[in-house]
């Protein structure tokens, strides 16, 4: 019994086609070029991360996925549906990195703005904030000014404007940059929860180490997708060995260690130094730092090292 | 269709609730729409001289001599004033001037000749359109100084003679104290509507660009038309509330008359409104930041009002050039328009070309913000 077989088709097809889709995005802004054919699918329910340093292209990366910037090139789709098209909007949220609600509403005058932007009739908004602000914890500030929450509890506002109707994929842009270590163990437990109620989450991050708590991760640099993958088969297939290197004048160890080939990538890790190194060079490098009165001590490569060497090496 | 229309309704309501919130929160909004006008009102209420010429004069010529021709050649050879033809008779003259055919009236009764070959005194009349105050004050100067001189022609052809055959009695109409302040009130409210109006909107989308909202709103469903018309309302109450306190402390501190309709006044100054609002909506989504939307707002409204809307400088004194380029500036419909309410009495059936040319301005400038508003961030 179907009317519009050609259309009960398109049905078919935007229903199996991935909740995310980035084909080939390019734009640039006079002389940066801030997404470089940049190409990556998100399956529905899946939490994936956006990694890169800061500059890499993953704000531009989430507007052109949610339809706010003209591309030079390529191809944005959402839920099989042109990232711009109207009908996408009600199906999306977004959080932006920046601050993006109005400052001089209060908490719940940003919340009810949102839900009559949104439609939501008065019983369904009353239910959702009210579930929201309890697991936001915002529930006390109802009355606050939004300029004068902190920084994690504004975070958490603009999350929950994002998903007062229940959006079928959320984009978060660096949700956790500037939030202290509890909100944000916290704010990563909201994000599970919603994606085992079957929501596709793409979540931007400077912090490396917030990689290991996604589905899947991409590593992002000047524009492009350097790697991805699930988090453990990424540091399954890491080539390179992590070391500390311990003792020796500062300067002079870096020095050397700046003037070596086979370091691929050396950061401070509280007193000492954090370094990634190709497969087998290890020796080399500590006969070289003997003189100095340095000494390696291995450690286990994590997503920092695997993501810093990959970058070091990108940019080199 | 009934769904999108409420639906569509629905996020008008919220744009405009919100920004109500924003402009009771922001003093300086409401110091801007309702307190600065009023001061400016106060300050800037006295006239100022302004020299003019070209004054249309009508003729009512019932005698129709030899001299009566020369007294209005007399009148108008310097070319202040400029005769705009006949008119019948005394009664037609004040419909010449409710059209503004003329702003002043020549009257030259029957038996003018006999009477001054008779060597009588005789009166002739000069009806002046009061409204325009500063017209009629130097009309009145410089008729009375053609009409002597005139006079005097006359007395020196007769042998001998020393008395002035020719007086002129004067009559005001419409404003017969002469107070400039009735006439510069309906200009400085109209110029002061219009300036505010412009910024009060320009700000405002500049505004959600600076803050980073507009990220969020155009991520939502809201469409851009309803965007606009969500912020055109709120302040639209404000630009009305300002219009009628301008008007009402005109009354109260300049004895401004009210003799038209309450109606009349409030649709004038409605579309006028919508217009302005429109232009600073237009502003701010070209500018996309809050210093130079102000500056282009101020620019846009401010020397344009002040310079081109008749409310200082008669349009009809104007370079033809400038004459033209007014017709596109709203302040000129509404000074126009507040004046005929205010000091005349006109109704719609003498208002509407101005509301007209005013309500066109309205849709074409909020056409092309909607238009050039761009639903992207970069
Ligand atoms: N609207 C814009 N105008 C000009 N340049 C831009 C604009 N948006 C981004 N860029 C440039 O494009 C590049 C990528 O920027 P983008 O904000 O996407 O990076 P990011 O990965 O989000 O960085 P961050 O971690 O600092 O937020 C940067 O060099 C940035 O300066
Ligand atoms: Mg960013």
């Given at each position: 019994?179907?009317?519009?077989p050609?259309?009960?088709e398109?049905?078919?097809e935007?229903?199996a086609?991935p909740?995310?889709?980035?084909?080939?995005?390019s734009?640039?802004?006079?002389?940066?070029t801030?997404?470089?054919g940049?190409?990556f699918?998100v399956?529905?329910g899946?939490l994936y991360?956006?990694?890169g340093?800061d500059?890499?292209?993953?704000?531009?990366a989430?507007?052109?996925?949610?339809?706010?910037?003209?591309?030079?090139?390529?191809e944005a789709r959402?839920?099989?549906?042109?990232?711009d098209?109207?009908?996408?909007?009600?199906?999306?949220?977004?959080?932006?990195?920046?601050?993006?609600?109005?400052?001089?509403?209060?908490?719940?005058?940003?919340?009810?703005?949102?839900?009559?932007?949104?439609?939501?009739?008065?019983?369904?908004?009353?239910?959702?904030?009210?579930?929201?602000?309890?697991?936001t914890?915002?529930?006390?500030f109802?009355?606050?000014?939004?300029?004068?929450?902190?920084?994690?509890?504004?975070k958490?506002?603009?999350?929950?404007?994002?998903?007062?109707?229940?959006p079928?994929?959320l984009?978060?842009?660096?949700?956790?940059?500037?939030?202290?270590?509890v909100?944000?163990?916290?704010?990563?437990?909201l994000?599970?929860e919603?994606?085992?109620?079957g929501?596709t989450v793409?979540?931007?991050?400077?912090?490396?180490?917030?990689?290991?708590?996604?589905?899947?991760?991409?590593l992002?640099?000047?524009?492009?997708?350097?790697l991805?993958?699930?988090?453990?088969?990424?540091?399954?297939?890491?080539r390179?060995?992590?070391?500390?290197?311990?003792?020796?004048?500062?300067?002079?160890?870096?020095?050397?260690?700046?003037?070596?080939?086979s370091?691929?990538?050396?950061?401070?890790a509280?007193?000492?130094l954090?370094?990634?190194?190709?497969?087998?060079?290890?020796?080399?490098?500590?006969?070289s730092?003997?003189?100095?009165?340095?000494?390696?001590a291995?450690v286990?490569?994590?997503?920092?090292?695997?993501?810093l060497?990959?970058?070091r090496?990108?940019?080199? | 269709?009934?769904g999108?229309?409420?639906?569509s309704?629905?996020?008008?309501?919220?744009?405009?609730a919100?920004e109500?919130?924003?402009?009771?929160?922001d003093?300086?909004?409401l110091?801007m729409?309702?307190g600065?006008?009023?001061?400016?009102?106060?300050?800037?209420g006295y006239?100022?001289?302004?020299?003019?010429?070209?004054?249309?004069?009508?003729v009512?010529?019932q005698?129709?001599?030899e001299?009566?021709?020369?007294?209005?050649?007399?009148?108008?050879?310097?070319?202040?004033?400029?005769s705009?033809?006949?008119l019948?008779?005394p009664?037609?003259v004040l419909g010449?001037?409710?059209?503004?055919?003329?702003?002043?009236?020549?009257?030259?009764d029957e038996g003018?000749?006999?009477?001054?070959l008779?060597?009588?005194?005789?009166?002739?009349?000069?009806l002046?359109?009061g409204?325009?105050?500063?017209?009629?004050?130097?009309?009145?100067?410089?008729?009375?100084?053609?009409?002597?001189?005139?006079?005097?022609?006359?007395?020196?052809a007769e042998?001998?003679?020393t008395?002035?055959?020719?007086?002129?009695?004067?009559?005001?109409?419409?404003?017969?104290?002469?107070?400039?302040a009735?006439?510069?009130?309906?200009?400085?409210a109209?110029?002061?509507?219009?300036?505010t109006?412009?910024?009060?909107?320009?700000?405002?989308i500049a505004g959600?660009?600076?803050?980073?909202?507009?990220?969020?709103?155009?991520?939502?469903?809201?469409?851009?038309l309803?965007?606009?018309?969500g912020?055109?309302?709120?302040?639209?109450?404000?630009?009305?509330?300002?219009?009628?306190?301008?008007?009402?402390?005109?009354?109260?501190?300049?004895?401004?008359?009210m003799r038209?309709?309450g109606?009349?006044?409030?649709?004038?100054?409605l579309?006028?409104?919508?217009g302005?609002?429109?232009?600073?909506l237009?502003?701010?989504?070209?500018?996309?930041n809050?210093?130079?939307?102000?500056?282009a707002?101020?620019?846009?409204?401010?020397?344009?009002?002040?310079?081109?809307s008749?409310?200082?400088?008669?349009?009809?004194?104007?370079?033809v050039v400038?004459?033209?380029f007014?017709?596109?500036?709203?302040?000129?419909?509404l000074?126009?328009?507040?004046r005929?309410?205010?000091?005349?009495?006109?109704?719609l059936?003498?208002?509407?070309?101005?509301?007209?040319?005013?309500?066109?301005?309205?849709?074409?400038?909020?056409?092309?913000?909607?238009a050039?508003?761009?639903r992207?961030?970069a």
């Amino acid at each position: 019994m179907e009317l519009h077989p050609e259309r009960g088709e398109a049905v078919r097809e935007a229903d199996a086609a991935p909740a995310l889709s980035a084909r080939g995005l390019s734009r640039r802004f006079g002389a940066v070029t801030a997404l470089d054919g940049l190409t990556f699918e998100v399956a529905r329910g899946e939490l994936y991360g956006l990694v890169g340093p800061d500059g890499a292209g993953k704000t531009t990366a989430i507007r052109a996925l949610a339809g706010l910037i003209r591309l030079d090139g390529g191809e944005a789709r959402v839920l099989g549906l042109a990232a711009d098209d109207h009908a996408v909007r009600e199906r999306v949220g977004l959080m932006p990195q920046q601050f993006s609600l109005y400052r001089d509403l209060s908490v719940g005058e940003n919340l009810r703005f949102f839900s009559r932007v949104f439609v939501l009739p008065r019983e369904v908004y009353r239910r959702r904030a009210e579930r929201l602000l309890e697991i936001t914890r915002l529930g006390p500030f109802l009355d606050r000014r939004a300029d004068a929450l902190s920084g994690g509890m504004y975070k958490k506002l603009a999350l929950a404007c994002a998903l007062l109707h229940e959006p079928e994929v959320l984009l978060l842009d660096e949700p956790t940059n500037g939030v202290d270590p509890v909100s944000r163990r916290e704010l990563w437990a909201l994000l599970h929860e919603f994606v085992h109620g079957g929501m596709t989450v793409l979540v931007s991050t400077p912090y490396m180490d917030e990689a290991e708590r996604c589905g899947r991760v991409g590593l992002m640099n000047r524009g492009r997708l350097l790697l991805e993958g699930a988090p453990p088969a990424l540091i399954a297939g890491f080539r390179d060995e992590a070391y500390e290197v311990r003792g020796g004048e500062r300067d002079r160890v870096e020095a050397e260690l700046a003037r070596t080939a086979s370091v691929r990538a050396a950061s401070p890790a509280g007193e000492r130094l954090r370094i990634v190194v190709a497969r087998g060079a290890a020796p080399e490098l500590a006969r070289s730092l003997a003189p100095l009165g340095a000494t390696l001590a291995p450690v286990t490569p994590d997503f920092e090292d695997l993501f810093l060497s990959r970058i070091r090496e990108e940019d080199a | 269709m009934k769904g999108r229309i409420r639906r569509s309704l629905v996020r008008i309501y919220a744009m405009a609730a919100k920004e109500g919130r924003h402009i009771v929160r922001d003093p300086r909004t409401l110091y801007m729409s309702l307190g600065m006008p009023v001061l400016l009102l106060f300050l800037f209420g006295y006239g100022v001289a302004f020299d003019i010429d070209r004054i249309p004069l009508a003729v009512v010529d019932q005698d129709r001599t030899e001299s009566s021709r020369a007294l209005v050649h007399a009148l108008t050879a310097s070319r202040e004033l400029v005769s705009v033809g006949e008119l019948p008779d005394p009664a037609a003259v004040l419909g010449a001037f409710r059209q503004e055919r003329a702003v002043a009236a020549l009257v030259v009764d029957e038996g003018y000749e006999r009477a001054l070959l008779a060597r009588e005194v005789v009166p002739v009349q000069l009806l002046v359109d009061g409204a325009d105050a500063l017209v009629a004050n130097q009309l009145l100067a410089k008729a009375d100084a053609l009409v002597r001189a005139e006079s005097q022609r006359l007395a020196s052809a007769e042998v001998g003679e020393t008395t002035p055959p020719v007086r002129v009695k004067v009559w005001t109409r419409y404003n017969p104290d002469g107070r400039s302040a009735f006439y510069m009130v309906p200009g400085l409210a109209a110029y002061l509507l219009a300036i505010t109006a412009v910024l009060l909107t320009a700000l405002t989308i500049a505004g959600e660009w600076e803050r980073g909202s507009m990220e969020q709103l155009f991520a939502s469903p809201i469409g851009r038309l309803e965007i606009v018309l969500g912020k055109l309302l709120p302040y639209l109450g404000l630009g009305l509330l300002e219009f009628l306190l301008v008007v009402a402390f005109g009354m109260i501190a300049f004895d401004l008359p009210m003799r038209g309709s309450g109606f009349a006044l409030a649709l004038l100054g409605l579309v006028f409104l919508l217009g302005m609002l429109g232009q600073g909506l237009l502003v701010s989504v070209i500018a996309k930041n809050q210093t130079v939307a102000t500056q282009a707002g101020t620019m846009s409204s401010l020397l344009p009002s002040l310079l081109l809307s008749g409310m200082i400088f008669p349009i009809e004194n104007m370079p033809v050039v400038l004459q033209h380029f007014s017709r596109v500036i709203p302040a000129r419909y509404l000074v126009h328009g507040l004046r005929g309410v205010l000091l005349k009495g006109n109704g719609l059936d003498v208002l509407w070309p101005d509301l007209l040319a005013l309500a066109v301005f309205a849709l074409v400038v909020i056409g092309l913000a909607t238009a050039r508003f761009q639903r992207r961030l970069a």
